[in-house]
């Protein structure tokens, strides 16, 4: 049973341009959550998608957009890169809301450096 | 809005003793209290969770965590810790399942 799996595993981005981070969740899970998690900081939750609908959104600007498809796996996006985005990016995967026990299963994160 | 705060950013312990890592948090409602670990270059994972009923709760690797609400705390214990739990520990509350808040994280170092 694979886990929540997240690509690529390293990126390194200059400041203004644009990236996007991938991320397969836990067989069987329907939800999937972003976080960032700076260094030496506890992660922060960026946003949570399900039915391919944005759920729930943290305070993060609109730079930050997402997607889900129809297979449950997710695309973050980052636009105009900002020094400060550079941190390990997490994305957790679950059941629904009313379906599950509050687990989120987490992916090893991509590991985003920007120059 | 739920916060979490980790009261120790660090906790050196020597190999078999006892440790204890403190997590308050604050909410107005009712919240649900996880601990997580992360070991280096690697995501989270779940050591144990409190979602009702006993308020002593036991989690993997021999840990286990007290709800106390009238002090708003979720400790995490571990009664012999080993060389193995060295890592980064972190508290998390939420109050829908949706948005989860995080600590700043502990760091346990056993020492040989």
């Known amino acids: 049973d694979a886990g929540v799996t997240q690509s690529p595993t390293h990126l390194i981005k200059t400041r203004g341009q644009q990236v996007t981070l991938r991320c397969s969740p836990k067989s069987g899970h329907d939800t999937v959550s972003w976080y960032q998690q700076a260094l030496g900081q506890g992660p922060q939750f960026i946003f949570q998608?399900?039915?391919?609908?944005?759920?729930q959104r943290g305070n993060f600007p609109d730079r930050f957009s997402g997607h889900q498809f129809p297979n449950y796996s997710s695309e973050l996006n980052v636009n105009a890169l900002l020094l400060g985005d550079s941190a390990l990016y997490l994305c957790?995967?679950?059941?629904?809301?009313?379906?599950?026990?509050?687990?989120?299963?987490f992916g090893p994160g991509t590991r985003l450096t920007v120059t | 809005a739920q916060s979490v705060t980790q009261l120790d950013s660090q906790v050196p312990v020597f190999e078999e003793a006892p440790v204890e890592l403190r997590c308050n948090y604050s909410s107005s409602v009712s919240v649900y209290l996880f601990w997580y670990v992360q070991y280096p270059n690697q995501g989270l994972q779940l050591l144990l969770k409190y979602l009702s009923g006993s308020t002593l709760v036991k989690g993997i690797n021999g840990f286990e965590a007290e709800f106390n609400k009238s002090q708003t705390s979720f400790h995490l214990r571990k009664p012999s810790v080993h060389i193995s739990d060295t890592a980064e520990y972190f508290c998390a509350v939420t109050r829908t399942g949706n948005q989860f808040y995080f600590g700043t994280g502990t760091s346990l170092t056993v020492i040989p």
């Open positions: 957790a995967s679950s059941l629904a809301v009313g379906r599950r026990d509050y687990e989120q299963y």
């Open positions: 998608y399900y039915e391919e609908e944005e759920r």
